[in-house]
């Protein structure tokens, strides 16, 4: 439950009312877009941000917003003018130290420490920005209005606020909210439905690899994804993201599959680990990994394969930190766990893609080309694939393997 103060607010009554138009009167041109050169960011974008549009990019606290909106900020204002960057976090100093960090060289881009809403957009219109920063929605606030910074009513005002100063001013404007991944802030989840573009940085803290989502775009896809490195300079785009997800290990346990993220096929590593259980009770360990899942590939390894892991410890592990939670990492997983328990490595280039069924019968996946047009290009030999999910075996100069079991699939994989 959160408590909602409401507040009086005044509207002028409109002299008239709007007229209907015929929607083909409606005039049509293309949006201006700028392209911000982070090839990751624009194509979540859509080919970069449409102006005057608002953007909000959300994320875990510590994630690296502020580091991607000001390296976006000093590339923006190389080519576009100049930048306003209101923060509300920060002070100038902080700010100027992570510029340092990231090497920024613009003389273009001004900060503001100011949290009072309207005087944010007095500077805003006398500057006329190419692009307005606001870090964070939650400590900036409306006078006006009673309720703290940070509480719905206050996010809601001044979302609204922003999105007509946006379109009105034709200026491309960010808002950065910061988001737990229970949403427990209900601020920024209010916001979603007012502006035109969502963003989400997410990732795990203690690894590298950040992943941009677009949760909602009114001017492009929602299936694009962008995938970043937090380095000692600064975010940096990985241009082959499935380098990060797959080690160098030739260890027995360890099998390669592939996720799609959006349209994108990415490679990803699975690792088991089986030994005898210590206690009576055998523990069943999955990091990245559905654990329900993992009790049923444990089920059909014991009942359909033949292999036994009653009584079996089992940790399973998505290498990088990543999220596996495709049915197409079935089979993957299941051969993994056989390959720990079997002590015997899948050979290397091979990719194993599949979901596995209650019968022990492995099924087509959705964006198979794709995900083996993928594996083609890392250099991959192999794939052990679903029997008849490939229409044109042709159109692969790598061995693909099709099985309609999955031990078919451990015969030829660990024997
Ligand atoms: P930050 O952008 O402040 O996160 P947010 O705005 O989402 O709260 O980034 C926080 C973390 O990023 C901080 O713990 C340090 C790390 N970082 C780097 O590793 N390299 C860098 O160059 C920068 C600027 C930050
Ligand atoms: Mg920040």
Redesign the pocket.
């Known amino acids: 439950m959160v408590e909602e103060l409401i507040e009086e607010r005044k509207v002028a009554p409109k002299a008239r009312g709007s007229k209907p138009v015929s929607l083909h009167d409606v005039p049509f041109a293309a949006k201006d877009r700028v392209a911000v050169g982070i090839a990751e960011l624009d194509r979540v974008l859509g080919g970069g941000f449409v102006k005057g549009s608002l953007v909000l990019l959300g994320?875990?606290?510590?994630?690296?917003?502020?580091?991607?909106m000001l390296q976006i900020s000093e590339l923006m204002a190389r080519n576009d003018g100049r930048i306003l960057y209101a923060s509300g976090?920060e002070s100038p100093f902080q700010i100027r130290i992570?510029a340092e960090?990231?090497g920024s060289k613009s003389g273009n881009i001004d900060i503001l420490s100011e949290t009072e809403l309207d005087s944010i957009l007095e500077s805003a219109s006398e500057v006329r920005p190419g692009l307005l920063v606001i870090?964070s929605i939650q400590t900036i606030y409306k006078s006006s209005l009673t309720s703290a910074p940070g509480s719905v009513a206050q996010v809601r005002e001044c979302g609204g606020d922003l999105m007509r100063f946006a379109k009105e001013k034709e200026i491309t404007t960010v808002l950065?909210g910061?988001v737990t991944k229970f949403g427990v802030i209900a601020g920024p989840k209010t916001l979603e439905h007012i502006v035109d573009t969502v963003l989400y940085?997410e990732g795990e803290?203690t690894q590298q690899y950040r992943i941009l989502r677009a949760i909602k775009n009114r001017f492009g896809s929602t299936n694009e994804i962008g995938v970043f490195e937090?380095?000692?300079?600064?975010?940096r785009e990985v241009a082959n993201p499935s380098s990060l997800f797959i080690s160098d290990s030739t260890a027995s346990g360890s099998a390669i599959t592939s996720i799609m993220e959006g349209t994108r096929p990415l490679l990803v590593e699975v690792q088991a680990l089986t030994s005898p259980a210590s206690f009576n009770y055998p523990q069943r360990v999955a990091t990245g990994i559905d654990y329900k899942r993992l009790a049923m590939l444990l089920a059909v390894l014991e009942r359909r394969v033949g292999i036994g892991v009653y009584g079996m410890d089992c940790f399973v592990n998505a290498v990088g930190g990543i999220k596996v939670t495709e049915p197409a990492c079935d089979l993957g997983l299941i051969l993994a766990i056989a390959s720990s328990i079997r002590n015997k490595a899948i050979e290397k280039g091979t990719v194993v893609i599949g979901e596995v069924g209650l019968g022990g019968e492995v099924r087509p996946v959705f964006g198979i080309e794709s995900r083996l047009k993928e594996a083609e290009k890392l250099g991959f030999k192999t794939a052990i694939v679903p029997h008849k999910g490939i229409h044109d075996l042709a159109k692969f100069k790598m061995e693909i393997v099709e099985v309609s079991e999955v031990k078919e699939a451990v015969k030829l994989t660990l024997t």
């Open positions: 994320g875990d606290p510590g994630i690296g917003k502020s580091t991607l976090e992570r960090r990231l870090d950065i910061h940085f803290k937090m380095t000692e300079g600064g975010l």
